[in-house]
């Protein structure tokens, strides 16, 4: 019924930027909250961002700073840009929707009913 794509990743030296995005088809989340995590090899899924539409954002305290989380209703579309990329953000990052609402630090919380496959992120050292 519902799609998560997530697009954009890469190699990238550290330092480099990324600009990750998310698009949904089958269904809209414009009410929703949708988010970004990661997983790196051998480690949980760690949350990174979350934003409800329009434009409120929340962001896990490690990428405060470098990255942001945006998006466009219009393109049913949210993303993810990554600015002073470490090695240490290698990882596999994932977009989520969450079909209920939650705000603030309950917006990390990993039960998204909706998640894509992932895509790849390798910052080189």
């Known amino acids: 019924q519902v799609q998560l794509v997530e697009s954009g990743g890469g190699l990238v030296q550290a330092g480099g930027s990324l600009r990750l995005s998310c698009a949904a088809s089958g269904r809209t989340f414009s009410r929703y909250p949708m988010g970004w995590f990661r997983q790196a090899p051998g480690k949980e899924r760690e949350f990174l961002a979350a934003?409800?539409?329009?434009?409120?954002?929340y962001y896990a305290d490690s990428v405060k700073g470098r990255f942001t989380i945006s998006g466009d209703n219009a393109k049913n579309t949210v993303y993810l840009t990554m600015n002073s990329l470490k090695p240490e953000d290698t990882a596999v990052y994932y977009c989520?929707?969450?079909?209920?609402?939650?705000?603030?630090?309950?917006?990390?919380?990993?039960?998204?009913?909706?998640w894509g496959q992932g895509t790849q992120v390798t910052v080189s050292s």
């Open positions: 934003i409800t539409w329009p434009s409120t954002t």
């Open positions: 989520a929707a969450r079909m209920g609402f939650c705000s603030g630090y309950g917006c990390s919380d990993p039960r998204y009913d909706y």
